[in-house]
Structures are given as C-alpha cells and as structure tokens.
C-alpha cells in the first residue's frame, strides 16, 4: 500500500508540474509564422539565345489600392517593383532601340504617365527604391505606351520571352497595365 501511495504522489507531482510548465509557455501567434511578405523578391530568368538575362523585383499587390497615379505616381521615377530597385542583368551585350548596352547589371527605373512611359536602364543598381536614382547614371531611355489589359494582374510580374534565338522582350504587367521593350542580343 505504501508502494501504490509513493506511485501515486510521483504521477501527481509531475502532472502538476507539467501542468505549470505548459502555463509558463510563451504563446506563439501562429498567424505571424505563415504571414507571407506583402510585397516579396521576386526573380526571373530566361535564356535568349546564350544570353542569360535575369531580373530580381521585389512583387506588391494590388490589394484594392488606386495605382496608377496614385501609389505610383505620374512623372516621378519609380523603381519599378517594392524595396529595393529593380534590376536587369544581361550576361551579353544587346542592342535596345538602336542603342548597344554593354552586358552587365543596370537599375531598372520608370517614369509613369498615362498616355507614355519612360523606361530607364541605369549603371546604378544597388538602392532602397529610387532614393539615389541620378539621371547622369542613366545608360539608355527609351518611351513606349502603356498597354492597357482586361483581366487584373493583381501582383506585380516580370516576364523575359523569346521571340527567337537573337530577339527577346522584357514585359512587365501591374494592375490592368503592361508594359514592354524589346532587345536583341549582339
């Protein structure tokens, strides 16, 4: 009988201690775990003929908001993504609009308007947004219209596509908007 008490108080003992142990826990909020960056890094990449081209963007969402002359603004730099400024790399020379671009990495920059776009490629890269964009960085500037979309492409997306082995396009598709520019490998 002594044996069964002293069990007993053993059991007892470490299920109230197990039970103050599990009170003293640190809560974990779960929902902070699986929250998903809101506007995360996005890459994409793409060989055009031998020409490796990558981009690196950081992706925000529409979420109901008024973007086009409103989060982003008409007729200021924008650096086309979240974050950090968006950048191409091309690991070839290429030709944009007549123009030859060394191969290398360029920021890649915009500045919105409703009726045309001024797309920039820029020596500088490496920047929070367009907080130390100088237009004597500038490498190549070219203007294309806005392409206006019927169905809403609710994050931000970067598309490289081969249009043959020489000849890509570079197209990039908020909202119900896109824009493009093509290049073609030297």
Not at 57 to 81: E, F, H, K, M
Request: proline content about 4%; aromatic content about 10%.
């Amino acid at each position: 009988m002594k044996k069964i008490s002293i069990i007993t108080f053993c059991l007892l003992s470490a299920v109230v201690s197990f039970a103050q142990h599990e009170n003293h826990q640190p809560k974990v909020d779960t929902n902070k775990i699986a929250a998903k960056p809101k506007s995360p890094k996005m890459v994409k990449m793409e060989m055009i003929g031998d020409n490796h081209v990558h981009i690196e963007y950081g992706s925000p969402s529409v979420r109901g908001r008024n973007i086009w002359n409103g989060l982003v603004a008409y007729d200021q730099v924008w650096s086309t993504g979240a974050h950090k400024a968006t950048w191409i790399d091309f690991s070839k020379d290429v030709m944009i609009e007549g123009k030859h671009l060394p191969k290398g990495k360029y920021g890649f920059f915009t500045i919105p308007n409703k009726d045309k776009w001024t797309l920039i490629l820029s020596k500088t890269w490496d920047m929070h947004l367009a907080d130390d964009y100088k237009a004597e960085n500038d490498v190549i500037r070219i203007t294309v219209k806005p392409k206006k979309n019927k169905e809403l492409t609710e994050a931000l997306t970067y598309e490289i596509i081969a249009k043959n082995k020489n000849n890509g396009t570079i197209k990039m598709t908020w909202e119900y908007l896109s824009i493009v520019f093509d290049f073609e490998n030297m």
